[in-house]
């Protein structure tokens, strides 16, 4: 069995854009991740400074400027 590095020779020159791929696909994958990580605490500001609102009268107001000030997947929905 031959190492990655000759493999990666006997595949030829369409080696170098699937490399290319899949490092963008890697990168791409990172991304996302970071992403979703700082969504999820997002939505757990905003979701705890809306309960916080809960027995207010005017708590749909106020939610909704929750809403406008925490970026968030859940604010984005309710906005």
């Known amino acids: 069995m031959g190492s ?8 030829g020159f369409m ?16 991304e996302r991740l970071i992403y979703l990580a700082i969504a999820n605490v997002n939505n757990r500001k905003f979701i705890a400074a809306a309960e916080k609102v809960n027995g207010d009268p ?3 107001s106020k939610i909704k400027s929750i809403a406008e000030r925490v970026q968030s997947p859940v ?4 906005k």
């Open 4 to 11: 990655m590095t000759d493999l990666f020779i006997k595949g």
């Open 15 to 30: 080696m170098y854009p699937i490399l290319a791929c899949s490092v963008v696909a890697l990168g791409i994958t990172f």
């Open 75 to 78: 604010s984005a929905i309710l």
């Open 58 to 60: 005017r708590r749909l």
